[in-house]
């Protein structure tokens, strides 16, 4: 490099000497740049290889083993980072890659038939990865008060606190969690019946841990060979230990093949009616012309299982279109009535349903209002319609997906009304009871799960609680296309079997619909986007595993334990600052 330097005042000794410091300060100031802009792209580069592997371990793809090493680069990005911004930049970068693999569904964009939907789903995309940076924060907040080596110990119990906290509340949306990715590998899996699907989140990072660990002893001169072969050594301890247990707790447990069981007392015939109907024109039709569609093609289930007979019959999420059961024309109801004497058969189905306040003092402040003045809700519940019985039992939904069905905590802010998706099913009520419904007929006791609420495991445990001897599950996963949404929905309900080990009956419009049995193994799964018939015997179950009876213990100990973490964390920082 060769300096031009002028003085402006030729009698100065000093002026050419304080040029050539001012001249090398700012090359130096250049090189820094140049250097932590390349610094800033590999690190970049490891963030997007981290994002793309998480993105391609969940459904519908599911390489599950690219989730235990996927943060390894992500980890390797943030070593020698402390400051909470450059951390908040990466792991934005991270996981705004792999919402774009895993949720991009949520828009629509497969049919555009919604702008609405659009939107929300672009908003949620783009948005929602910032939550995931929360535990990121709280990784390196113990790394600088700790030291990484105390940030690595704590990070698996900061990350299971986080997803444990987004099942918690109104706005939770539980819907990414990492043991998800985990779903198609039935082995590994059934630990989960003590821990959830949160010990497997737990395992995942343990794993990424314990590999990335390994990875900076084999970069570090410092780091001794007996060190490595411990890391190495652990890591296949580690990763290896699931899939162990998993073949020994199935070890003799075979397939269910469609043979009827031999203890007819255990068990329970059950139907599905998939109907294919398209979910964005539904709401045009008549609850008459729905039911017409429904009971023609239950007749066809019936008549073509003679031999084995189903005793319950399960309709989709809002197969009936109309308010069945509080309408003043009583006749849908006498037919269906009729219908289930008729066959010997009871049926299950989704439909609204509407609850009139005549007291208006005692209706909550999100209640809708008819011109006369009068208060009412409305849900999105399931009905179950038996053999000889009058009275019918049905059961309001619980959890609602935010704006979607119901703004969150609408009855404080029912002014946000407006902020909800219009196309039948927004501005549902919470359900007030979680309903176990017991068929007469047979005495099996049974809970259904309608669409979303399937992703809150501890939820679906409090029916098994309640006496649950097998779980349904009616949704409509046809709005979503052909995109993963519908193959990850389905593979949520593999884990609520495996964790309450009861057999579950899907019963989907469009598909995905299957039988899923304890132990997370799928029968007669159909596809998308066509009609289908199922019918199959199942078990009845009334024991209860341990996460059944304790439910989200593991993750609440881990939340603890990440929570003293953090605060003594924060504390030792504050002192230092």
Not at 225 to 238: D, I, M, P
Not at 328 to 346: A, C, F, I, T, W
């Amino acid at each position: 490099m060769i300096l031009k330097m002028k003085s402006k005042n030729s009698c100065d000794p000093f002026a050419n000497v304080n040029l050539l410091g001012t001249a090398m300060k700012k090359q130096q100031v250049d090189v820094r740049k140049e250097g932590v802009s390349h610094v800033d792209c590999n690190r970049i580069s490891l963030c997007t290889a981290s994002g793309i592997l998480l993105g391609l371990s969940f459904p519908p793809i599911s390489i599950s083993v690219f989730a235990c090493f996927g943060l390894v680069p992500f980890l390797i990005a943030l070593k020698d980072v402390e400051r909470y911004a450059p951390a908040i930049r990466y792991g934005y970068v991270t996981f705004l890659i792999f919402h774009v693999i895993t949720l991009s569904w949520v828009g629509g964009y497969s049919h555009m038939n919604d702008a609405y939907m659009m939107v929300a789903g672009g908003i949620v995309v783009f948005i929602h990865p910032m939550l995931f940076v929360l535990p990121v924060l709280g990784y390196v907040l113990v790394k600088r008060a700790l030291g990484e080596k105390a940030a690595l110990l704590a990070f698996p119990f900061i990350w299971v606190g986080y997803e444990y906290s987004r099942s918690l509340t109104e706005w939770s949306f539980p819907w990414l969690t990492l043991g998800l990715s985990q779903s198609n590998d039935i082995e590994r899996i059934q630990f989960s019946s003590t821990t959830g699907i949160y010990g497997l989140s737990f395992w995942i990072i343990v794993v990424n841990v314990v590999a990335y660990s390994l990875y900076k002893g084999l970069t570090t001169t410092r780091t001794t060979w007996s060190r490595n072969v411990g890391y190495a050594v652990t890591l296949a301890f580690v990763y290896l230990l699931p899939r162990v247990h998993g073949e020994f707790v199935l070890a003799g447990i075979p397939q269910r093949d469609a043979s009827p069981i031999s203890d007819k007392r255990k068990t329970i015939t059950v139907g599905m009616v998939q109907s294919n109907v398209d979910p964005w024109q539904k709401w045009k039709l008549r609850g008459s012309e729905a039911m017409d569609v429904y009971l023609r093609l239950t007749t066809e289930l019936i008549r073509h299982n003679a031999n084995e007979k189903p005793e319950i019959i399960l309709w989709p999420e809002t197969a009936i279109p109309g308010f069945l059961l509080s309408s003043s024309d009583d006749q849908p109801m006498k037919r269906l009535h009729e219908y289930v004497n008729r066959n010997g058969v009871s049926i299950l189905t989704g439909l609204p349903q509407v609850l009139i306040y005549h007291d208006s003092s005692v209706a909550p402040p999100s209640a809708k209002r008819l011109p006369s003045g009068t208060r009412y809700d409305q849900f999105n519940a399931a009905a179950f319609i038996q053999r000889e019985e009058k009275d019918v039992a049905w059961y309001g939904k619980m959890k609602l997906v935010p704006f979607a069905e119901r703004v969150p905590y609408a009855d404080s802010f029912h002014f946000l009304g407006f902020l909800q998706w219009d196309v039948g099913i927004g501005g549902w009520q919470i359900g007030r009871e979680r309903t176990v419904f017991q068929d007469e007929r047979t005495g099996t006791r049974f809970s259904t799960l309608i669409c979303y609420e399937s992703s809150y495991p501890e939820f679906v445990a409090s029916f098994v609680r309640e006496g649950a001897e097998f779980l349904g599950i009616i949704t409509i996963d046809s709005w979503w296309g052909r995109m993963s949404g519908a193959y990850q929905h389905k593979q949520h309900a593999v884990f609520r079997a495996v964790e309450n080990r009861r057999w579950i009956a899907r019963c989907a419009v469009g598909g995905i619909s299957a039988f899923i049995d304890p132990h997370g193994r799928t029968y007669d799964e159909t596809e998308l986007f066509t009609t289908a018939l199922l019918n199959r015997s199942i078990d009845r179950d009334n024991e209860l595993t341990f996460y059944s009876r304790y439910g989200d213990l593991f993750s609440k100990c881990c939340s603890a334990t990440a929570g003293v973490c953090l605060i003594l964390s924060g504390g030792r920082n504050f002192v230092a600052s």
